[in-house]
Every structure is written in C-alpha cells, then in structure tokens.
C-alpha cells in the first residue's frame, strides 16, 4: 500500500459521497414535488384543461373539414389553433407535462429550499474531502494515512482487500515483512 493508492481510494471515496448527496437530492425533490402535485390539484387541473383543448383541437377539425373548400388545406401553420393546442393533447397526460415543464419550476420556493440545502451539503463534503486528503499527502506514510482515516471513521476493509502489495511505514525504504521470516513463525 503506498500513499498515492490512499488518495486515489480516498479521491474515489469523495465522487461516492457526492453521488450520494446527488442521489439524496433527486429522492427530497421527489418526494417533495409530489406534495406540491397533490396539494396544488395538478392532476384535476390536468385532467380539465387537456379535455378542453381537445374540445377546441376537435371544434377546429370539424370547422376545417366544413369548410375544407375555403380554407387553407394546411392545418399545422406556426401560430395556428392546431400547433398552439397541439402539444397539450400529444399523447396521454401531455398537459399535465407541460404544466410541470412551466409552472412548478425548481425555482418555486419549496424547491429551491431543497436545491439549495444539498447544495451546501456538497460543498462541505467536497470542503471536507479536500481537507483530508490534504492531512493524508502531508503524513510520513502510507501507515500513517490508514490510521488516520481509521481515526474518522473509514472503513479500509475493502482497500486493504483489494491490495496486494505490504503497507509503507515511515521509513524511508519500504520492508515487505512477507520476506523476512522465510523459516516459519516470528520469534
């Protein structure tokens, strides 16, 4: 185990926190979205508003078939009845998607309290892992840098398995003590 194996696990430990912190996010937001959705009657506005411009989509193709020998025979101009309701009757819950899209932005304030709370979670986390990985360069040894995770509370078991090679003390040559009691048992 050498010292730049350490921050490499330590770096790889950091990127897990802050997926963590992300993955956290996603789920507050989630859950908070949903109440928002709830308590604002999203759903039953969705439903009326799609059933009313499928009205109009509907009043308009008639008029249109009607009338098809004086009108355009173009029904999708940008700007027309067709294209302006069309996006809100594509497809099932099309209006409920664009009523999410535009008026529950994560600027509203609930939202944003929760954006904005994960937000300083991660810059103490990233603050935090810069600090550590700062302490652990600046150690002696590889050894040193283990116990001192140890310390915070890090869980080696997995590095430790994943190395082969012996751990680094302080000294200046590193001593695989593998090798030095080829005979048996230490005495």
Do not use: C
């Given at each position: 185990?050498?010292?730049?194996?350490?921050?490499?696990?330590?770096?790889?430990?950091?990127?897990?926190?802050?997926?963590?912190?992300?993955?956290?996010?996603?789920?507050?937001?989630?859950?908070?979205?949903?109440?928002?959705?709830?308590?604002?009657?999203?759903?039953?506005?969705?439903?009326?508003?799609?059933?009313?411009?499928?009205?109009?989509?509907?009043?308009?193709?008639?008029?249109?078939?009607?009338?098809?020998?004086?009108?355009?025979?173009?029904?999708?101009?940008?700007?027309?009845?067709?294209?302006?309701?069309?996006?809100?009757?594509?497809?099932?819950?099309?209006?409920?998607?664009?009523?999410?899209?535009?008026?529950?932005?994560?600027s509203?304030?609930?939202?944003?309290?929760?954006?904005?709370?994960?937000?300083?979670?991660?810059?103490?986390?990233?603050?935090?892992?810069?600090?550590?990985?700062?302490?652990?360069?600046r150690?002696?040894?590889?050894?040193?840098g283990m116990?001192?995770?140890?310390?915070?509370?890090?869980?080696?078991?997995?590095?430790?398995?994943?190395?082969?090679?012996?751990?680094?003390?302080?000294?200046?040559?590193?001593?695989?003590?593998?090798?030095?009691?080829?005979?048996?048992?230490?005495?």
């Amino acid at each position: 185990m050498t010292k730049k194996m350490l921050v490499k696990w330590l770096e790889e430990q950091r990127a897990k926190a802050l997926e963590d912190v992300a993955e956290q996010k996603n789920k507050a937001l989630e859950q908070a979205r949903a109440v928002l959705y709830r308590e604002t009657g999203l759903d039953e506005l969705a439903k009326q508003v799609q059933s009313r411009f499928e009205e109009i989509e509907d009043l308009v193709s008639a008029w249109r078939e009607k009338f098809s020998d004086k009108i355009s025979p173009q029904n999708a101009w940008y700007g027309s009845i067709h294209n302006t309701v069309y996006p809100y009757i594509n497809g099932a819950g099309a209006t409920r998607k664009k009523l999410i899209e535009y008026e529950f932005q994560d600027s509203a304030k609930t939202l944003k309290l929760i954006i904005d709370r994960f937000k300083v979670i991660a810059l103490e986390v990233e603050k935090n892992y810069k600090n550590v990985l700062a302490n652990v360069k600046r150690l002696d040894s590889a050894k040193l840098g283990m116990e001192y995770l140890e310390s915070l509370g890090f869980d080696l078991k997995e590095l430790l398995a994943q190395d082969t090679a012996p751990v680094e003390t302080a000294l200046s040559v590193p001593v695989d003590t593998r090798y030095l009691f080829m005979g048996g048992a230490k005495q």
